[in-house]
């Protein structure tokens, strides 16, 4: 069946950029997302990218995606402290509402 | 918009007692979800609704029920509660259609012992 996986830890130091990853094995995947979980709260969606785009921008957040590999990564620009927080990979194919989800990523921001 | 509200956020059963998370979304979203996060496994899809009177299983279903009577409402209802069940809940909403994603409230948290 579908699996997501990231790994579990990740700690950078405050300035520094922060890249995440996460590869999946849904070849159909059409959609995949990145959402940010502050501790005791919900998932917010950070940013999407369809499967038929190899990059997308959007402030200090980039996605890169390689889908020969399934490889999705994101990447944090200038992490601050208010960046530490678990994220979360998903993927979810055209036509379907069931979204996959990664274990999620422990970003840790060292001042 | 109150977006995706839960209640309660926080209870505590004992095993063998049966409850119902509420679950309610103010956004006209057609898709409505339940999961449970637990650590170092991220979020597994329980139950999913594609609309009012359809409901279907997600991957981890065993122990718990759904019902979608309306567009607004989805609740979850633990009929028996065991130990394996404590966990923190989210439900989610969202839309089909270019870039829609869910929405996901508060969660609530539950423990049994």
């Known amino acids: 069946g579908e699996d997501v996986e990231q790994s579990l830890f990740l700690s950078v130091r405050e300035g520094d950029s922060s890249v995440i990853n996460c590869t999946y094995t849904?070849?159909?995947?059409?959609?995949l997302y990145w959402y940010k979980q502050e501790p005791g709260a919900g998932l917010q969606l950070l940013t999407y990218?369809?499967?038929?785009?190899d990059m997308k921008q959007d402030q200090r957040l980039t996605v890169l995606l390689n889908k020969k590999d399934k490889h999705l990564s994101l990447r944090i620009a200038d992490t601050q402290t208010g960046d530490s927080a678990i994220y979360f990979c998903?993927?979810?194919?055209?036509?379907?509402?069931?979204?996959?989800f990664g274990t999620g990523t422990r970003l840790k921001v060292l001042a | 918009n109150a977006g995706v509200t839960q209640t309660p956020k926080f209870q505590v059963l004992k095993t063998g007692q049966s409850m119902t998370l509420q679950c309610a979304q103010d956004?006209?979203?057609?898709?409505m979800s339940w999961y449970r996060q637990d650590p170092g496994m991220g979020l597994r899809l329980i139950h999913y609704s594609v609309g009012a009177g359809i409901t279907d299983q997600g991957e981890v279903p065993n122990g718990y029920n759904v019902s979608r009577s309306t567009t607004e409402d989805f609740p979850l209802r633990l009929l028996s509660a065991a130990p394996s069940q404590t966990s923190v809940y989210f439900c989610a909403s969202g839309r089909e259609g270019l870039g829609e994603t869910q929405y996901f409230g508060p969660g609530t948290r539950l423990l049994v012992l």
């Open positions: 990218i369809f499967s038929n785009m």
């Open positions: 998903a993927e979810r194919g055209s036509g379907t509402y069931k979204y996959i």
């Open positions: 956004m006209n979203h057609e898709y």
């Open positions: 849904d070849s159909s995947s059409t959609y």
